[in-house]
């Protein structure tokens, strides 16, 4: 936890200076550029604590970026992630099987300093501190049982079998609260335009930084820190 805050005062700070370079940066005629993006992210955390993890998911993401010169801007963003750790319990015994899966979404708000790097290129490689709050629902947590035909076992009289076959019979969903948190990471994007039209491919690689922390224990966290790579189009008007 006390890693967490650290790099969280220190992405506050970096932001922070961000800001400051910018307002001080003389204003430029750039255009302001919209990002648009898929994402496919992937996350080790186990919160079943089962050996598993979330694995790789989908998402995506929008931002806007506002430029203060040709090396500087600022961009807002908010995310979508899904994830989803399946396969976490899976006991059989005899002709039952119980499968436990556990589902979070989260949808990160974020501002980012975007520096280019590439200025004087058409094809603009830029890496972006970033800053903002993650907003969570709540964790779902669904444990299935799974009842198929009842097993031939040699001398043993047959069982008959169930009329549907195999049947599923749910367990109550449980619901865990989530609580918002502070998240912070690193960006590298690459934007090519399309010949000279105002639209442009958007690609962008993002690690966070963000815990979770369940409302009702507090103190017991779960590192998520989602990897991303998106891929979409860019907008410049």
């Known amino acids: 936890m006390r890693d967490s805050f650290r790099l969280g005062r220190l992405g506050s700070g970096l932001v922070a200076v961000a800001v400051c370079l910018t307002v001080a940066a ?3 005629a750039a255009d302001l550029t919209l990002r648009v993006q898929g994402q496919v992210t992937s996350s080790d955390a186990d ?3 089962l050996g598993d993890d979330f694995g790789t998911s989908v998402g995506g993401y929008l931002g806007l ?3 203060f010169n040709e090396r500087l801007g600022l961009e807002f963003g908010v995310g979508w992630m899904e994830f989803e750790q399946s396969g976490g319990l899976d006991v059989d015994f005899l002709f039952f099987s119980f ?3 556990a589902s979070l979404t989260m949808t990160p708000v974020t ?4 520096v280019h790097l590439t200025p004087s290129s058409r094809y603009d490689l830029y890496l972006a501190p970033k800053i903002g709050w993650a907003f969570f ?3 779902e947590i669904r444990t299935d049982l799974n009842v198929s035909n009842f097993p031939v076992i040699p001398g043993l009289p047959v069982i008959p079998s169930f009329p549907i076959s195999p049947i599923q019979a749910p367990v109550p969903v449980v619901d865990i609260a989530i609580k918002d948190q502070l998240v912070y990471g690193l960006r590298l ?3 090519v335009p399309f010949g000279d039209s105002a639209w442009s491919f958007a690609s962008s690689v993002e690690i966070l930084g963000v815990d979770l922390e369940p409302e009702a224990a507090s103190g017991a966290e779960l ?3 989602p990897v991303s790579v998106g891929l979409g189009v860019g907008y410049r008007f």
């Open 223 to 225: 590192g998520l820190d």
């Open 111 to 114: 501002v980012a300093l975007d």
């Open 47 to 49: 919160a079943l604590g």
């Open 99 to 101: 499968e436990s899966t």
């Open 26 to 28: 003389p204003a430029s």
């Open 65 to 67: 970026e506002y430029p």
């Open 137 to 139: 629902d709540d964790l």
């Open 189 to 191: 994007g690459f934007d």
